[in-house]
Structures are given as structure tokens and as C-alpha cells.
């Protein structure tokens, strides 16, 4: 069993939890003979000083028994929540090697759920392993035998109960195995739709979808209770046919056990004590099904969270290239096809950009640039062709040396909390003030640190929910020219800056000495570019520069045509 690998690491702890576990169930087992021994000779003869001295004994075996549970509780917590958050730690780095097609398969609301509940499933089932599930075959087994020794004839009334209710429970279980793992489904779904209410709360106000929003959500949370509360009335059986079957037995041992006693094979305290051993046989077996449950929903978690775990990246590092020279062809993409889920997106890409030069890249919605660019990151691997950074195939670049050298700002502005400081500085963390302000400037954001007191300290909320989109974009520019990068790349990242904004900021990234790629739904903002790549459904249909491509490429004309009006306005 794969887990057995994060137990080990915490072998001792859970030895000692389960050593003192047995001993306090075995301080229990002393309990009925000692009770027996107070009837049938205390009472007996009346021997006061017997008595007492066997109560504080029992009282001794409480206090002791007592210790011994709160040494195993605390060994069992060490252990479960050591096991927990090394298998979150090692989740966590799983998922920070994933590529994105890992990570559009696996999407983040059934990442979080794995991380938090099915650790937290796999953290209770172990607790309960030390805590309880050692002590119940330890009582049954410690029952079964002492209750031979008082008599075999009735003890075996105590067997035979105890199949019947091995095989209930097990078939109990069978039953309902399969709804737990629905269960963690159905909690992957809610918490998708959450994330996404949440995240889109203002849209959904702003159309007044609410609603619709609230009526989705509880549909799924119906569906999530009706699948709980059908598993729950199948658990629910469990106890009254453990308490059934026990008090039969129970019914049977007083029975069969009063008769002897009239005949004087066996005693009071001996019939006493065998109801006693019966007990805690029921109270065991209570226990074990409820411990099975908690197995089922383990189970169940298990196989999620070894998902995570056992999802290898595609994209793989051979980590060969660490660090970069440059040549004259900065970037070559030889005859790159690429695909999502087998359905074709990018088709026989070639083309050469040098060092140094600006490339734009326009096309219509969909038509593909985004995924082009992400194929110079390595988000995602071609499905065929090759790619070249300064002459050499970009998978053998050390990943990590890769990406440093690639300023990339996406589409959508994302920053986390934390100051201004902190989120630029993710470009690089040992960026002075100097440096910051410097890459603020050019990208038009200096005065987002200017006009507040804080500064450079000043608090962004989560998301950057107290920005606008452009300061946000802004700022996402800053992170990636705080590099200091080889390549630029901006995947349509100034959609939300003014025209003016827009052209200071082309201005300004001018000056830099590094090789751009500029993707751009707007033709003035690449239209000083070196060259022009025109995608046209994953296809390339034009490659030059602007004023060639409005002489031979039909759809840059028909872009350009779309957003400059007769008279010429170009908005600058
Ligand atoms: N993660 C993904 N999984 C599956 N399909 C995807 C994924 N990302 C993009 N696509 C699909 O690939 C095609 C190209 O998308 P891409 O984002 O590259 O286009 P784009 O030209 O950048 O579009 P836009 O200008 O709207 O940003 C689209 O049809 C899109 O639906």
C-alpha cells in the first residue's frame, strides 16, 4: 500500500500509540474478573476489606487506563497529521511540476478539495487505525478467549454471534462503498461552482443571474445530501443489528448460564462477567463499523489524492541547457503542429524571429496566439515539429532557466495579495527599489506607486481586487521587465490601457535591447513591429511587416480595415 511509504516516517509514534492502546484494552479485559471476583467472594463472604481493596483496584485500572489513551491520542494525532501534511507537501510539489495540460485536467476546485478533505479523510482513518481499530480485535479476541476459560459451551454462543455480525457489517460495506466516492465527486462540482460564483460574482449581479447562480448550487447540494442521506440510512442499520444480535446473545448466555448456575458449574460473578465480556464485544464491533466507514470515505480519498501524486507532467525537464547564449536566431519554430485533446489548434507553424526584433501577432478570436506563445514556455509541449530558442531545441533547456529568461505577462492579469513590492519582486526577488520603479516606468505604472503614501508597500487585495484592470496590467508588466528578460513576451496585455498609455508604453519597450513577441487584437499597437505574424485559424497567413502585409495579406487588411475608420483615425 502506497501510504505505508508515509507511515514508516512516523513508525515510532504510531508503535507507541498502538502499544499503549493494547495496554489500556487490556487493563479493560482485567475489569469483568475482577468485578467477578467481588461477587463471588466479597459478597460471598461478606469480607469488606475484600471488596474494597478489588474497587481500588478497579479504580486503578480506570486511572490507568485513562493515561495510557491519552498517551496513544497524542502519539495517534502526531502520527495522522504528520502522514496529512507530508502528503499535502508532496501534493503541493506535484502539482507546482504539473504542466498545464495536467492542469486542465485536473482543475484547480478538485485540486483544493483533495488537497484539504481527502487529506483530511486519510488523516481521521489513521487516527482511528491507532486509536481504536488496535483496541477491537484486541477486546474481541481478549473476550473470546477469557470468556472460554469461564465456560467453552457458552462461549461459543459468543462465536457464532460474532460471525453474523462480521457478515452484516461486511456486506453493509459493500453496499455502500460506491457512494462515498460519489459523495467526493459531488463536493469537487459544488466547489467548482463556488469558485466560479465567486469569482464571477459581479457578472452574475451585473446580469442578474442570481438567481439561476443560487438555484444551480442548490441543485447540486441536494443531489450531495440526497446521496448522503441514502448511504446514511444504509450505515444507519448497522446498530440496531449489532444491538440485536448482542442482546440475543446476551438473552442466551443469562439463559443457558442460569441453568448452570442452579446446578452450581458456574457462578454469579462468572455469568456477570461473561455479560460483561459480551458488552464489550458489542461496544468493539460498534466501534469497528464505525471505523469501516470512516475506511470507505479513506478509500475513497486514497485514490484521489494518489491521482495527484502519480500525475506525471508531459512536459518533462532534461534540464541539459542551464544557461542561455544567444545567437542570431532567437526563436525558431520548425513545422509546429499542437493540439488540445487530440482536436488540432496550431497548424505547421514555421517561421524564424533574430535577436533583438519586435514581432506582433494578430488573428481573430480563437485563432490560436495565445497557444503559440505558451509553446516558447513550455506550458505545453508540440505534438509535432520542434522548437529552437538561440539554435537549440527548447526541451533541452533546464526548465527553471527557461522561464527565467522569459518575461511573460498573460492575458489575464493575475496578482496575488500581498504589497506592490512583493508581486513585482516574483520576477525576480532580488530586484532593488531602483529596479522596480525602473520597470514600473516603463511600464507605465510609476505613478501607481507614486500617489500612495505606502508606495512601493502599498497593499494589493486579493486578486488585486482594489485595482483597475489596466493598473493591473501594468503591474503584471512590471513583474516580467523586473527580470530583466531575454524574451518579452506580452500575450495581449495592454487590452485594458488607453490608446495613449498603450503607445508610451510601445515607446518605451522600444528602447529595450531584448527580443519582443506582442500579441495584440489592436493593429496600432503592432503595426511598428519588425514583423507581423497574421494567424488565421492556427495557420500562419501572413509573416512581414505591416505596410507589406496591407499590400498581399487579406485578413491583416480586413483587421486593419475593421478598426480604423474611413478618414483614417489610427487613435493615436
Ligand atoms: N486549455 C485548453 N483546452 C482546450 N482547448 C483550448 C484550451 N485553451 C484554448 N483552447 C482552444 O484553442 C483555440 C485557440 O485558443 P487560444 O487561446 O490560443 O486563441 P487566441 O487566439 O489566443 O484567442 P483570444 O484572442 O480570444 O485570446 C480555441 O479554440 C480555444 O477554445
Not at 75 to 91: C, H, I, P, W
Not at 206 to 221: D, H, L
Not at 332 to 345: C, G, L, S
Request: with cysteine; charged share 20%.
Amino acid at each position: 500500500m502506497k501510504l505505508l511509504k508515509y507511515i514508516k516516517e512516523y513508525r515510532f509514534s504510531a508503535i507507541i500509540g498502538f502499544v499503549f492502546k493494547i495496554a489500556e484494552a487490556a487493563l479493560e479485559l482485567m475489569v469483568p474478573l475482577v468485578m467477578a471476583d467481588i461477587i463471588d467472594i466479597g459478597i460471598k463472604t461478606n469480607d469488606k476489606n475484600y471488596i474494597l481493596m478489588k474497587g481500588l483496584t478497579l479504580v486503578g485500572l480506570a486511572i490507568a487506563g485513562y493515561l495510557f489513551a491519552l498517551v496513544c491520542q497524542y502519539y495517534a494525532s502526531v502520527t495522522s497529521q504528520g502522514v496529512g501534511t507530508k502528503l499535502r507537501e508532496d501534493m503541493y510539489h506535484q502539482i507546482n511540476r504539473y504542466d498545464h495540460r495536467n492542469l486542465d485536467k485536473l482543475s484547480a476546485p478538485t485540486l483544493v478539495t483533495r488537497l484539504v478533505n481527502d487529506v483530511v479523510q486519510i488523516q481521521l482513518a489513521i487516527a482511528m487505525t491507532i486509536r481504536l481499530t488496535s483496541r477491537a480485535p484486541f477486546i474481541m479476541i481478549g473476550s473470546l478467549v477469557l470468556a472460554f476459560f469461564i465456560s467453552g459451551p457458552l462461549a461459543s454462543i459468543f462465536i457464532i454471534g460474532a460471525v453474523i455480525l462480521a457478515v452484516i457489517m461486511l456486506a453493509i460495506t459493500v453496499v455502500s462503498m460506491p457512494y462515498f466516492n460519489n459523495i467526493q465527486k459531488k463536493l469537487d462540482r459544488i466547489s467548482l461552482i463556488v469558485r466560479e460564483n465567486l469569482n464571477g460574482i459581479r457578472v452574475i449581479r451585473a446580469f442578474a443571474s442570481q438567481n439561476k447562480e443560487i438555484n444551480k448550487f442548490k441543485s447540486q447540494t441536494k443531489e450531495q445530501k440526497d446521496i448522503q442521506v441514502k448511504v446514511g440510512r444504509i450505515q444507519a442499520l448497522l446498530n440496531p443489528f449489532t444491538y440485536l444480535i448482542v442482546n440475543i446473545a446476551i438473552v442466551l448466555i443469562i439463559y443457558f448460564g442460569g441453568r448452570e448456575v442452579n446446578v452450581g458449574g458456574l457462578s454469579q460473578g462468572e455469568i456477570i462477567a461473561l455479560v460483561n465480556y459480551m458488552n464489550s464485544i458489542l461496544l468493539a464491533l460498534i466501534v469497528f463499523a464505525n471505523v469501516l466507514s470512516i475506511y470507505n470515505k479513506a478509500g475513497a480519498s486514497y485514490t484521489r489524492i494518489f491521482k495527484v501524486l502519480e500525475t506525471e507532467p508531459k512536459v518533462k525537464d532534461l534540464g541539459k541547457i542551464e544557461t542561455w547564449h544567444s545567437s542570431e536566431n532567437c526563436i525558431e519554430f520548425r513545422n509546429v503542429n499542437f493540439a488540445y485533446n487530440q482536436k488540432n489548434i496550431l497548424h505547421n507553424l514555421s517561421f524564424i524571429i533574430k535577436k533583438g526584433e519586435t514581432i506582433g501577432i494578430i488573428g481573430g478570436t480563437g485563432a490560436g496566439k495565445s497557444s503559440l506563445v505558451n509553446l516558447i514556455n513550455r506550458f505545453y509541449d508540440t505534438v509535432s515539429g520542434e522548437i529552437l530558442i538561440n539554435d537549440q531545441p527548447i526541451k533541452e533547456y533546464d526548465l527553471h532557466s527557461l522561464r527565467e529568461d522569459i518575461g511573460f505577462v498573460p492575458q489575464y492579469a493575475s496578482l496575488i495579495s500581498g504589497t506592490i513590492r512583493e508581486n513585482i519582486q516574483l520576477g525576480n526577488q532580488q530586484a532593488s527599489d531602483e529596479e522596480l520603479m525602473n520597470a514600473l516606468k516603463i511600464a507605465q505604472g510609476k505613478e501607481l506607486v507614486e500617489d500612495k503614501i505606502a508606495g512601493l508597500d502599498t497593499i494589493i487585495e486579493q486578486g488585486g481586487k482594489n485595482l483597475s484592470g489596466g493598473q493591473k496590467q501594468r503591474l503584471t508588466i512590471a513583474r516580467a521587465l523586473v527580470k530583466k528578460p531575454q524574451i518579452l513576451i506580452l500575450d495581449d496585455s495592454s487590452s485594458a490601457l488607453d490608446y495613449g498609455t498603450d503607445y508610451q508604453l510601445r515607446q518605451e519597450l522600444k528602447k529595450l535591447d531584448i527580443t519582443k513577441i506582442i500579441i495584440s487584437q489592436r493593429t496600432s499597437s503592432i503595426e511598428q513591429a519588425d514583423k507581423i505574424i497574421v494567424l488565421y485559424h492556427g495557420e500562419i497567413v501572413g509573416f512581414d511587416k505591416h505596410e507589406q502585409l496591407m499590400k498581399d495579406c487579406q485578413i491583416y487588411q480586413e483587421i486593419y480595415a475593421s478598426q480604423h475608420s474611413k478618414d483614417g483615425d489610427s487613435h493615436e
